[in-house]
């Protein structure tokens, strides 16, 4: 980890006084006020920092300078030289709606840092000059002691110096989905983030108990701080789109520029006037610039934003549509994202029966074993699980929750599972006394009356309940000698399998026993064990083979213990049977050559801390993939950023994850990813399949232009006539593939590989030859109509007619570009005939309007002009069909 974001003192590894004596702070006292005024002139108020970003005024200004507005631009130039002021307007004022687009997201898209800010502002206790005093959290300094209790959000990085029961949520900064134990000892000093029981970090919050620490950090040398550090250090990439498009932009202006050269030289070598020449060099120019592709581009990608809201994906920036369709590598947070987040009793065992738990989270529909009755230990096992329990369990709007530790809420949904009610038991049997939950102690234990007998129900660690038993429960409920070796190796499999295991035990009480710790010290009897997991999302095992079946690797970055990842790995398919697992202390040690060669092999990362998880992002980028990472919590944040494309879970998800991220998933599912996976790859397709059909027109009259020249002929169109086709051709025919529906097959494609044109070999060939069949239909039509007499406007006219006609029919070829019209059905993009049919009238207007004639040059044609077009149109279409054909039978082979 680089010093940046080193934290200066690891405080977990010093004694709570020597900790209290370095930042001169009193346990008992507190700050006075005058040393507080002096350590906020010098530390500033607790908040992140934000970054200072670019003003409104450069963010709207470096709109215009991508290469494809360039291009856009250069066109509105070249119309304003003309004198088409009109047109010049238009294509000024698509430019603008672009730039008015791209404006408004990326002030969306740089509101991370204040939601780190609004994350850790809160109001707290603390104690200064001896009395508690409720203030913002804001006010606090480093020196400060804050005292905690349920329910509060940590204020800042403390170290803990008292902890009863205190339990912390840190899911949001470590990824650790149970509760951690909070206490004051003393830990190692290479104890990991997630494993430092004795600091409480700005943002997470206390579940239970009480405890109070001194605050250590404050502000940006917060945890939540040196993230904020990550996310503004991490670049606002380009997509590969936007890569692809912009050497495609600058390697089409200088074939335009090329050509419009070429043009004006050739026609002074033949002795035109330079002026003449010049008009000639801007006629190609306006005709080879696709005027339409910036503006298709944003609305296809917002067609496909629309697609994926309906399937639960919502997309914050608008390339990132087509990212998700370049994806190579997935990279997933587990808690969540491919779990459900909440946790579940998987197995019991019982009076020496394993019994298996149907049902997953905290919906109490499922059964315990057969469905047969539960009875004996089991039953025992299930009631102790209740009655030593401080949770409950709710349901709103169909919904169920869990108030309190996830870990007694599973407990709960299980016995229900099995007809016990809590809210009837726990009025049946009260609580007579209790031992609270301690970290030191690792169990907690009830007192109950039943039928006459007191038992005290214990639940807590294997390791501190089977050493104090002497005898255990049978299946029938009777008391035998304790099997120790059995219980152990129940228990073993049991976490093998990635379940979390808790042990029951129960302690036959006399009538006027009362509970302490001495009572627990031998004469237990062992009930059972609890496995419990956070489970895998059903969908998510069936998107994971898809996603693997489309050519991308999913990968786990987890902050959870590496045995829970690498069993949840395997369960919905990320990882195979002998594939290990890497932990972050394990990558810690790693420079970054010898990550990017980890990264291609190991599929399961553990105990990650958000600065390894953001080297995990880049070092699959170096190796050149495209990678996008899911994640929910302010860990997750800085990858997020990082990404090629951030997923941020909408449900459990932070509100740094969702601002630092491209799409958010509005039900938390990975299936979700699959469908936007899908999505993206459609959209891809669509803006290919726009491009392959508006290039040919473009370059047909760019050499229609270079054509005429050469052969000293009058020019077959003009600038504005250019202009026509160009603009109202690609609003009323081209945008209408942007509707086309995803092809069949699209996801057991392999990933676009990142540094492919957008245009291969096949599809270039196409274009070429397109461009010269219109080529050839225009420019021998024109020459033909000159030639049996009839006027330049009429010729002209024709020459206009055939570029539409052959667009309008060429654009049935482009709707896939592998099958045929009739394949791929007729109907099923209802917009295309919708677009032919207003082209056609428009058509119809141009050429036989007296005013259209006027401002366009054109003239009324007869019907056998007509039949002419149609029959270069027909011819058009069937040569690209036979080509379309003869390179997939030639790809089979």
Known sequence: MSEEFAQPTAWHCLPA?????????????????????????????????????KGPLL???LQFVQPLVVVLLLAGVVTAILGEWVDSGVIFGVTLINAVIGFIQEGRAENALEALARSVTSEVIVLRGGCKQRLPSTALVPGDIVLLAAGDKVPADLRLFRAKDLQAIESALTGESAPVPKHGDVLPEDTLLAERCNMAYAGTSMISGQGAGVVVATGDHTETGRISRLIAGAPD?????????AVFSNWLLIAIGLLAALTFAVGLWRGESAFAMFMAAVALAVGAIPEGLPAAMTITLAIGVSRMARRRAIIRKLPAVETLGSTTVICSDKTGTLTENQMTVRELYAGGVRTMVSGSGYTPSGKIGEGHNVAGALRECL???????????SRSNRHWEVVGDPTEGALLVAARKAGLDERTLQKLFPRLDEIPFDSARQYMATLHEIEGVRLAYFKGALEQLLPRSTSMLDGNGLTVALRKEEIEVSARSMAAEGLRVLAVARLIAGSTMSLDVTSADAGLQFVGLVGMVDPPRPK???????????????KMITGDHAITALSIARQVGIAKAGEAVLTGRELAVLDDEGLRGVVRKVNVFARVEPAQKLRLVRALQANGDVVAMTGDGVNDAPALKQ????IAMGLAGTEVAKDAADMVLTDDDFAAIEAAVEEGRGVYDNLVKFITWTLPTNFGEGLVIVAAILAGATLPITPLQILWINMTTAVFLGLMLAFEPIEHGVMRRSPRPPGTPILDAALVWRIVL???LLLAGSFGLFLRELAQGQSLAEARTVALNVFVVVQAMYLFNCRSLTLSALRIGLFANPAIWYGVLIMALLQALLTYLPLMNRLFGTAPIGGSEWLEIFAVSVLAYLVVGIEKRLRVAAAKR
């Open 17 to 53: 006084d020597e900790a209290a004596t370095r930042l001169t702070a009193s346990f008992e006292e507190g700050l006075a006020d005058d040393e507080v005024a002096s350590r906020r002139a010098k530390h500033g108020e607790n908040r992140i920092t934000p970054r200072p970003g």
């Open 59 to 61: 963010r709207f200004a």
């Open 237 to 245: 990439l380009t997509t590969p789109l936007t890569r692809r498009m």
């Open 383 to 393: 009631l102790a699980g209740v009655l030593c329990n401080d949770s409950g369990l």
């Open 540 to 554: 998510a095992i069936a998107a994971v083979r898809t996603c693997h079946g489309a050519g991308i690797r999913v």
């Open 643 to 646: 990404a090629d494309i951030g």
């Open 770 to 772: 397109v461009s010269v």
